[in-house]
Each structure stands twice: as structure tokens, then as C-alpha cells.
């Protein structure tokens, strides 16, 4: 099993199995801190999952600074995703859940503590992280802004080759201010 596969894994269950509407994975910002997986659902509860494919790779993300001081690190709720059997759960940092891969299930074997492990440090990475997402996602996007990308209009013309569906009326209230 690959660390690519795990974080797929990771993905689909923090979507389907724990009904997180917004998702990313590996994605980095300024603090140094680069979840493999991080989801959010109601209420802004975060959801790390760290993937891990070694006992070597497990114990060295001990010493990442953001381990040694939990609470200023990512996610209200912390999982690590490994294969089957790879570590033991007296090995968990406290209040940390744990997830095992077995075959292409995803098994619950630890849950993790239901109070908020991020302060409000955490919090503002977490919002770093989305915003430096969503800025990618602006520069893909060019010349349109994200905010004209996201309106529901915009995309359903998009989709009909440039012109609204029918019964749907275009918005004069907003200035046409194009130097044309």
C-alpha cells in the first residue's frame, strides 16, 4: 500500500463516512504544517488525517512541532490512517483516533476524543490553509474571479454555452462597468 493510496482513502471516507462537505489533501501553508488529509462539517469541525505507511514515518511525526504543542496544530479532530496493524494503540497521542486500512476498507479501531483539540492558533492555520487554496484556485480560473466562478448563474450559462437556461433572467441590477 502506497502513502498516494492511504490519503485517496482518506479522502473518500472523511466525504462519505464522516460527511464532510469540503475536503483537501496535502496542500501546504506558510507554518510549515502540511496535513495529508483535512476535512471540515458543520459548525467549522476540523478533521485531520495523517497517513502513515511506516513505523519510521509514524514515530518521526512525533517530533514535528505542531505534535509537541497539539493544540496549536490543525483539526478539532486528529486520526492517523495506516495500514492494518501497523501500530498499537497505546502508541497514540492522547485524544488521537486511529484508522486502519484493510484492503480497501477504512476500519475505525480508535476514536478520538470528541473536544476540540486545535486552539485558536489552530484555527487561524486552518484558515491560512483554505485561503492559500482558494488563491490557487483563483489562478486557475483567470480572468474570472472566484466570486463570478461560484455564482450559480455564471456556471449554468457556462454549461449552456454562454447563454442562461431558459426562464431564468440575467442580473441588470449589477452596473455593466467593462471599458468596452
Same mark, same amino acid.
Given at each position: $500500500?502506497?502513502?498516494?493510496?492511504?490519503?485517496? $482513502?482518506?479522502? *473518500?471516507?472523511?466525504?462519505?463516512?464522516?460527511?464532510?462537505?469540503?475536503?483537501?489533501?496535502?496542500?501546504?501553508?506558510?507554518?510549515?504544517?502540511?496535513?495529508? @488529509?483535512?476535512?471540515?462539517?458543520?459548525?467549522?469541525? +476540523?478533521?485531520?488525517?495523517?497517513?502513515?505507511?511506516?513505523?519510521?514515518?509514524?514515530?518521526? =511525526?512525533?517530533?514535528?512541532?505542531?505534535?509537541?504543542?497539539?493544540?496549536?496544530?490543525?483539526?478539532? *479532530?486528529?486520526?492517523?490512517?495506516?495500514?492494518?496493524?501497523?501500530?498499537?494503540?497505546?502508541?497514540?497521542?492522547?485524544?488521537?483516533?486511529?484508522?486502519?486500512?484493510?484492503?480497501?476498507? @477504512?476500519?475505525?479501531? @480508535?476514536?478520538?476524543?470528541?473536544? +476540540?483539540?486545535?486552539?485558536? +492558533?489552530?484555527? $487561524?492555520?486552518?484558515?491560512?490553509?483554505?485561503?492559500?487554496?482558494?488563491?490557487?484556485?483563483? @489562478?486557475?480560473?483567470?480572468?474570472?474571479?472566484?466570486?463570478?466562478?461560484?455564482?450559480?448563474?455564471?456556471?449554468?450559462?457556462?454549461?449552456?454555452?454562454?447563454?442562461?437556461?431558459?426562464?431564468?433572467?440575467? =442580473?441588470?441590477?449589477?452596473?455593466?462597468?467593462?471599458?468596452?
Amino acid at each position: $500500500m502506497t502513502h498516494a493510496q492511504l490519503v485517496r $482513502m482518506a479522502e *473518500e471516507w472523511l466525504r462519505r463516512c464522516y460527511r464532510c462537505g469540503i475536503v483537501l489533501s496535502e496542500q501546504s501553508c506558510t507554518d510549515g504544517e502540511t496535513p495529508d @488529509v483535512i476535512g471540515w462539517k458543520k459548525k467549522c469541525r +476540523s478533521v485531520l488525517i495523517e497517513c502513515k505507511i511506516s513505523r519510521a514515518d509514524f514515530l518521526a =511525526d512525533r517530533e514535528k512541532p505542531f505534535r509537541k504543542e497539539p493544540a496549536r496544530g490543525m483539526g478539532c *479532530e486528529r486520526f492517523y490512517l495506516v495500514p492494518q496493524g501497523l501500530i498499537r494503540v497505546q502508541e497514540l497521542p492522547a485524544c488521537w483516533g486511529l484508522l486502519e486500512a484493510k484492503g480497501r476498507r @477504512v476500519l475505525i479501531s @480508535v476514536r478520538p476524543g470528541r473536544q +476540540s483539540q486545535r486552539d485558536q +492558533s489552530g484555527l $487561524m492555520r486552518e484558515m491560512e490553509l483554505l485561503l492559500a487554496s482558494l488563491s490557487r484556485v483563483e @489562478v486557475r480560473i483567470e480572468p474570472q474571479t472566484i466570486t463570478d466562478f461560484l455564482k450559480w448563474k455564471n456556471r449554468l450559462m457556462e454549461y449552456n454555452g454562454g447563454r442562461l437556461p431558459q426562464g431564468i433572467a440575467p =442580473d441588470t441590477s449589477i452596473p455593466d462597468v467593462s471599458l468596452t
